[in-house]
Structures are given as structure tokens and as C-alpha cells.
């Protein structure tokens, strides 16, 4: 396999999904779909700043969509955008492999 180091693909993934929250995060939407901030606050046991800094970036990269469902306490339900559903291949062969590789 070649890789073009000066624009490498992983590295620009993993830019935008490189760490523990942002799978987490990911798969709480491909289990439910759209989510509200409490909710997945509640479910994942994060941080709200955590959380709010992880849903930003996800957001920033195109892979969620933030819709205000509530102007009075200002309140936001994220979806997945087409670019964030194709990574149910990544997410799942994940899953599959720490099901069978670690305990």
C-alpha cells in the first residue's frame, strides 16, 4: 500500500474522529438516531464541556447536524449528515473488532 504522507488520509480522519468520545458519541446515533445534548450526556456519563467541545468539532467536519428544537431555554437535537451515516462501516467494524480482540 502507498499512502501520500503530505495529505494522508488517516491522519485526516483521524483529525476529526481521533479519539474515545467521538466513536462513543457516533454510536449513541447509529443505535437511536438524533440525540439531544442531556441525552447523550446522560447515556455516555461525559462531561457537558467534553461533550460540547466533541459534538463542535463532529459538527465543524459535516458529520452531525445541530437543529434548535427550543428558543426558550435554548435547546439543540443532533442528527447524523450523510457524510457521518457512511462511517457505519467504521463504527461497526470496530465494534466488531473489540468484540473479538479485546475483554
Known sequence: MEIDRSNCGIERATGILGDQWAFLILREFFVEGPRKFSDL??????????????????????????????????RAAYRLTEK???????????????EAWTT
Not at 49 to 72: C, F, M
Not at 85 to 95: G, Q
Open 41 to 74: 450526556q446522560d447515556i455516555l456519563n461525559i462531561s457537558p464541556n467534553t461533550l460540547s467541545a466533541r459534538l463542535k468539532k463532529l459538527e465543524e467536519a459535516g458529520v452531525l447536524t445541530r437543529e434548535i428544537y427550543s428558543t426558550h431555554p435554548p
Open 84 to 98: 457521518g451515516a457512511a462511517l457505519s462501516p467504521v463504527v461497526l467494524a470496530l465494534k466488531s473488532w473489540g
